[in-house]
Protein backbone atom coordinates (compact mmCIF):
# COMPACT_ATOMS: atom_id res chain seq x y z
CA UNK A 1 0.00 0.00 0.00
CA UNK A 2 2.66 2.46 -1.05
CA UNK A 3 4.64 3.96 1.14
CA UNK A 4 2.55 3.18 4.10
CA UNK A 5 3.47 0.01 4.84
CA UNK A 6 6.02 0.59 6.82
CA UNK A 7 4.21 2.06 9.09
CA UNK A 8 0.57 0.46 10.02
CA UNK A 9 -2.34 2.93 9.78
CA UNK A 10 -3.38 2.26 13.58
CA UNK A 11 -0.13 3.66 14.61
CA UNK A 12 -0.93 6.75 12.03
CA UNK A 13 -4.03 7.49 12.94
CA UNK A 14 -3.29 7.46 16.99
CA UNK A 15 -0.50 9.30 16.08
CA UNK A 16 -2.28 12.33 14.06
CA UNK A 17 -5.18 12.11 17.09
CA UNK A 18 -2.57 12.73 19.94
CA UNK A 19 -0.54 15.51 17.27
CA UNK A 20 -3.56 17.57 17.01
CA UNK A 21 -5.37 16.47 20.07
CA UNK A 22 -8.36 15.34 18.21
CA UNK A 23 -11.66 14.05 19.97
CA UNK A 24 -14.01 11.85 17.42
CA UNK A 25 -17.20 13.04 17.20
CA UNK A 26 -19.92 10.43 17.81
CA UNK A 27 -22.85 13.23 16.44
CA UNK A 28 -20.84 12.52 13.13
CA UNK A 29 -20.52 9.22 12.65
CA UNK A 30 -16.55 9.40 13.44
CA UNK A 31 -14.61 5.99 13.21
CA UNK A 32 -11.58 5.76 11.13
CA UNK A 33 -10.35 2.83 9.21
CA UNK A 34 -6.74 1.24 10.90
CA UNK A 35 -7.37 -2.24 8.90
CA UNK A 36 -4.31 -1.82 6.03
CA UNK A 37 -6.03 -5.36 4.42
CA UNK A 38 -9.01 -3.48 3.82
CA UNK A 39 -8.22 -0.68 2.70
CA UNK A 40 -6.38 -2.66 0.10
CA UNK A 41 -9.44 -3.91 -0.72
CA UNK A 42 -11.72 -0.40 -1.55
CA UNK A 43 -8.26 0.82 -3.42
CA UNK A 44 -8.47 -2.51 -5.78
CA UNK A 45 -12.25 -2.43 -5.97
CA UNK A 46 -12.39 0.91 -7.17
CA UNK A 47 -10.09 0.30 -10.27
CA UNK A 48 -8.65 3.75 -10.39
CA UNK A 49 -6.06 5.22 -13.15
CA UNK A 50 -4.25 8.40 -13.64
CA UNK A 51 -7.84 9.74 -15.99
CA UNK A 52 -9.99 9.11 -12.90
CA UNK A 53 -11.57 11.73 -10.51
CA UNK A 54 -12.55 10.43 -7.17
CA UNK A 55 -14.98 12.28 -4.37
CA UNK A 56 -14.31 10.90 -1.41
CA UNK A 57 -16.97 11.54 1.56
CA UNK A 58 -15.65 12.08 5.14
CA UNK A 59 -11.97 11.36 4.48
CA UNK A 60 -11.20 12.08 7.94
CA UNK A 61 -7.48 12.04 8.61
CA UNK A 62 -6.81 11.73 4.88
CA UNK A 63 -5.10 8.21 5.25
CA UNK A 64 -7.19 6.55 2.71
CA UNK A 65 -7.19 10.39 0.59
CA UNK A 66 -3.28 9.64 0.48
CA UNK A 67 -3.60 6.49 -1.33
CA UNK A 68 -6.23 7.32 -3.63
CA UNK A 69 -3.98 10.87 -5.03
CA UNK A 70 -1.52 7.89 -6.03
CA UNK A 71 -3.89 6.22 -7.92
CA UNK A 72 -5.83 8.95 -9.73
CA UNK A 73 -5.73 11.92 -11.56
CA UNK A 74 -7.72 14.42 -8.80
CA UNK A 75 -9.22 13.60 -5.74
CA UNK A 76 -11.85 15.64 -4.34
CA UNK A 77 -12.23 14.98 -0.38
CA UNK A 78 -15.51 16.70 0.98
CA UNK A 79 -15.28 17.02 4.95
CA UNK A 80 -18.08 18.29 7.23
CA UNK A 81 -15.63 18.30 10.14
CA UNK A 82 -14.00 22.18 9.98
CA UNK A 83 -10.89 20.72 12.31
CA UNK A 84 -10.43 17.88 10.45
CA UNK A 85 -10.54 19.59 6.97
CA UNK A 86 -8.29 21.98 8.20
CA UNK A 87 -5.56 19.01 8.92
CA UNK A 88 -6.39 17.46 5.93
CA UNK A 89 -4.98 21.20 3.76
CA UNK A 90 -2.06 20.72 6.02
CA UNK A 91 -1.00 17.23 5.93
CA UNK A 92 -1.97 16.24 2.26
CA UNK A 93 1.14 17.66 -0.16
CA UNK A 94 -0.60 16.23 -3.08
CA UNK A 95 -1.18 19.05 -6.09
CA UNK A 96 -4.16 16.72 -6.93
CA UNK A 97 -6.19 16.92 -4.03
CA UNK A 98 -8.96 19.30 -3.23
CA UNK A 99 -10.57 19.44 0.24
CA UNK A 100 -13.95 21.28 0.56
CA UNK A 101 -15.22 21.52 4.08
CA UNK A 102 -18.98 21.35 2.96
CA UNK A 103 -22.20 18.66 3.67
CA UNK A 104 -22.05 16.29 0.86
CA UNK A 105 -25.40 16.58 0.10
CA UNK A 106 -25.40 20.48 -0.49
CA UNK A 107 -23.14 19.40 -2.69
CA UNK A 108 -23.69 19.28 -6.88
CA UNK A 109 -21.43 16.74 -8.59
CA UNK A 110 -21.50 18.65 -12.13
CA UNK A 111 -20.64 22.01 -10.20
CA UNK A 112 -17.46 20.14 -8.32
CA UNK A 113 -16.04 18.82 -11.53
CA UNK A 114 -15.81 22.52 -12.90
CA UNK A 115 -13.08 22.12 -10.57
CA UNK A 116 -11.56 25.20 -7.99
CA UNK A 117 -8.37 24.49 -8.24
CA UNK A 118 -5.78 26.64 -10.77
CA UNK A 119 -4.82 23.26 -12.92
CA UNK A 120 -8.19 21.44 -12.41
CA UNK A 121 -9.15 19.90 -15.72
CA UNK A 122 -12.93 21.94 -16.68
CA UNK A 123 -15.80 19.87 -17.64
CA UNK A 124 -14.67 16.49 -16.13
CA UNK A 125 -18.24 14.87 -16.90
CA UNK A 126 -16.80 11.18 -15.44
CA UNK A 127 -15.76 10.39 -11.91
CA UNK A 128 -15.74 7.61 -8.98
CA UNK A 129 -17.46 8.08 -5.27
CA UNK A 130 -14.94 5.91 -2.68
CA UNK A 131 -15.79 6.66 0.78
CA UNK A 132 -15.98 5.42 4.25
CA UNK A 133 -19.48 6.87 5.54
CA UNK A 134 -21.22 7.67 8.75
CA UNK A 135 -23.54 4.97 8.68
CA UNK A 136 -26.41 7.77 9.60
CA UNK A 137 -25.71 9.32 6.52
CA UNK A 138 -25.48 6.50 3.94
CA UNK A 139 -28.71 6.68 2.33
CA UNK A 140 -29.06 9.95 1.43
CA UNK A 141 -25.68 10.39 0.13
CA UNK A 142 -26.02 6.88 -2.15
CA UNK A 143 -29.34 9.04 -3.25
CA UNK A 144 -27.44 12.43 -3.30
CA UNK A 145 -24.93 10.85 -6.46
CA UNK A 146 -27.00 8.29 -7.69
CA UNK A 147 -30.02 10.32 -8.40
CA UNK A 148 -27.74 13.66 -9.76
CA UNK A 149 -27.55 14.72 -13.20
CA UNK A 150 -24.14 13.77 -13.78
CA UNK A 151 -23.73 10.70 -11.60
CA UNK A 152 -20.34 8.27 -11.01
CA UNK A 153 -19.53 5.77 -13.57
CA UNK A 154 -18.97 3.69 -10.03
CA UNK A 155 -19.19 4.18 -6.38
CA UNK A 156 -16.68 2.07 -3.38
CA UNK A 157 -18.61 2.49 0.05
CA UNK A 158 -18.22 1.89 3.27
CA UNK A 159 -21.34 1.10 5.16
CA UNK A 160 -23.22 -0.96 8.15
CA UNK A 161 -23.23 -4.64 7.27
CA UNK A 162 -26.79 -4.61 7.17
CA UNK A 163 -27.22 -2.12 5.45
CA UNK A 164 -25.02 -3.62 2.72
CA UNK A 165 -27.02 -6.88 2.29
CA UNK A 166 -30.17 -4.70 2.45
CA UNK A 167 -28.59 -3.10 -0.67
CA UNK A 168 -27.88 -6.40 -2.45
CA UNK A 169 -31.28 -8.14 -1.78
CA UNK A 170 -33.01 -9.89 -4.46
CA UNK A 171 -36.73 -10.21 -5.49
CA UNK A 172 -38.10 -11.85 -2.55
CA UNK A 173 -36.03 -9.39 0.46
CA UNK A 174 -36.22 -6.08 -1.29
CA UNK A 175 -36.93 -3.15 0.49
CA UNK A 176 -37.08 0.64 -1.26
CA UNK A 177 -33.08 1.22 -0.40
CA UNK A 178 -32.45 -2.03 -2.67
CA UNK A 179 -34.81 -0.41 -5.50
CA UNK A 180 -33.27 2.46 -4.97
CA UNK A 181 -30.00 1.59 -5.42
CA UNK A 182 -30.35 -1.31 -7.69
CA UNK A 183 -32.90 1.09 -10.08
CA UNK A 184 -29.16 2.99 -11.06
CA UNK A 185 -26.86 0.38 -11.10
CA UNK A 186 -25.41 -2.91 -10.49
CA UNK A 187 -24.28 -3.34 -6.21
CA UNK A 188 -21.82 -6.03 -4.83
CA UNK A 189 -20.44 -7.22 -1.52
CA UNK A 190 -16.28 -7.04 -2.09
CA UNK A 191 -15.89 -7.53 1.48
CA UNK A 192 -16.86 -7.64 5.13
CA UNK A 193 -15.58 -5.64 7.97
CA UNK A 194 -15.23 -6.22 11.18
CA UNK A 195 -15.87 -3.39 14.24
CA UNK A 196 -12.20 -3.90 14.80
CA UNK A 197 -11.06 -2.64 12.05
CA UNK A 198 -11.95 0.82 12.63
CA UNK A 199 -10.97 3.45 15.58
CA UNK A 200 -12.35 3.69 17.79
CA UNK A 201 -14.34 0.50 16.93
CA UNK A 202 -18.22 1.00 15.86
CA UNK A 203 -21.04 -1.12 18.03
CA UNK A 204 -21.56 -2.92 14.07
CA UNK A 205 -19.69 -4.67 11.88
CA UNK A 206 -19.66 -3.45 8.13
CA UNK A 207 -18.93 -4.29 4.51
CA UNK A 208 -17.53 -2.55 1.47
CA UNK A 209 -20.26 -2.10 -1.55
CA UNK A 210 -19.08 -1.90 -4.74
CA UNK A 211 -21.90 -0.32 -7.01
CA UNK A 212 -20.95 -0.36 -11.13
CA UNK A 213 -23.58 2.84 -11.84
CA UNK A 214 -25.79 2.44 -15.27
CA UNK A 215 -25.50 4.71 -17.96
CA UNK A 216 -29.19 4.45 -18.20
CA UNK A 217 -31.73 3.11 -15.35
CA UNK A 218 -32.12 -0.18 -15.30
CA UNK A 219 -35.98 0.20 -16.36
CA UNK A 220 -37.03 2.87 -18.49
CA UNK A 221 -39.35 4.78 -16.96
CA UNK A 222 -40.65 8.63 -18.10
CA UNK A 223 -41.25 10.23 -14.19
CA UNK A 224 -38.64 8.51 -11.75
CA UNK A 225 -40.04 10.48 -9.14
CA UNK A 226 -43.41 9.22 -9.47
CA UNK A 227 -42.07 5.66 -10.06
CA UNK A 228 -40.23 5.92 -6.69
CA UNK A 229 -43.79 7.28 -5.26
CA UNK A 230 -45.41 3.82 -6.31
CA UNK A 231 -42.70 2.32 -4.69
CA UNK A 232 -43.15 4.10 -1.43
CA UNK A 233 -46.65 3.47 -1.66
CA UNK A 234 -45.74 -0.51 -1.93
CA UNK A 235 -43.77 -0.74 1.08
CA UNK A 236 -46.56 1.19 3.51
CA UNK A 237 -47.63 -1.81 5.27
CA UNK A 238 -44.52 -4.03 5.15
CA UNK A 239 -44.91 -7.77 4.91
CA UNK A 240 -48.61 -7.35 3.90
CA UNK A 241 -49.96 -7.92 0.57
CA UNK A 242 -49.64 -5.23 -2.17
CA UNK A 243 -52.80 -4.70 -3.08
CA UNK A 244 -53.34 -3.31 0.70
CA UNK A 245 -50.11 -1.37 1.30
CA UNK A 246 -51.00 0.43 -2.35
CA UNK A 247 -54.01 1.14 -1.55
CA UNK A 248 -53.17 2.42 1.68
CA UNK A 249 -50.05 4.45 0.14
CA UNK A 250 -51.70 5.80 -2.57
CA UNK A 251 -55.06 6.42 -0.50
CA UNK A 252 -57.11 5.03 -3.45
CA UNK A 253 -59.97 2.20 -3.42
CA UNK A 254 -58.53 -1.08 -2.67
CA UNK A 255 -61.30 -1.61 -6.30
CA UNK A 256 -59.10 0.48 -7.96
CA UNK A 257 -55.64 -0.93 -7.22
CA UNK A 258 -56.71 -4.23 -8.15
CA UNK A 259 -57.60 -3.16 -11.51
CA UNK A 260 -53.72 -1.86 -11.75
CA UNK A 261 -52.53 -5.02 -10.37
CA UNK A 262 -54.42 -6.46 -13.06
CA UNK A 263 -53.53 -4.26 -15.67
CA UNK A 264 -49.60 -5.22 -15.04
CA UNK A 265 -50.41 -8.80 -14.37
CA UNK A 266 -49.32 -9.00 -10.98
CA UNK A 267 -51.02 -11.07 -7.97
CA UNK A 268 -52.61 -9.01 -5.49
CA UNK A 269 -51.75 -11.17 -2.93
CA UNK A 270 -47.65 -10.93 -2.82
CA UNK A 271 -45.52 -8.58 -0.79
CA UNK A 272 -43.89 -5.93 -2.22
CA UNK A 273 -40.38 -7.66 -1.21
CA UNK A 274 -41.33 -9.96 -3.97
CA UNK A 275 -41.27 -7.54 -6.81
CA UNK A 276 -38.80 -7.75 -9.83
CA UNK A 277 -37.76 -4.14 -11.19
CA UNK A 278 -39.26 -4.68 -14.18
CA UNK A 279 -42.51 -5.71 -12.11
CA UNK A 280 -42.31 -1.97 -10.50
CA UNK A 281 -41.90 -0.57 -14.04
CA UNK A 282 -44.97 -2.60 -15.52
CA UNK A 283 -47.20 -1.55 -12.73
CA UNK A 284 -45.82 1.94 -12.86
CA UNK A 285 -46.60 2.15 -16.18
CA UNK A 286 -50.27 0.68 -15.23
CA UNK A 287 -50.95 3.18 -12.69
CA UNK A 288 -48.45 6.71 -13.91
CA UNK A 289 -51.50 8.77 -13.98
CA UNK A 290 -52.37 8.70 -10.60
CA UNK A 291 -48.82 8.80 -8.87
CA UNK A 292 -47.63 12.24 -11.45
Known amino acids: MGDNNATSLLVQTKKLLRKYDIRT????????????????????AAVLTPDDTVIEVGPGLGLMTAELAKRAGWVIAIELDNRLAEILRETLPYENIIVLNEDV???????????????????????????????????????????APVKP???VVMVQKEVAKTIVAKAGDRSVLSIAVQFYGRPTIVAEVPAASFYPPPEVNSAVVKIDVYKKPLVPV?????????????????????AN???????????????????AKIDPQRRAETFTLEEWAMLYKASARLVK
Open 245 to 263: SLAQGLSLPKEEVLTLLSK
Open 25 to 44: KKSLGQHFLVDDAVLEKILD
Open 153 to 155: SMM
Open 222 to 242: DDVAGFFKLVRAGFTAARKQV
Open 105 to 147: LGTDPATLLKGSAPHFPPQLRSYKVVANLPYYITSPVLRHFLE
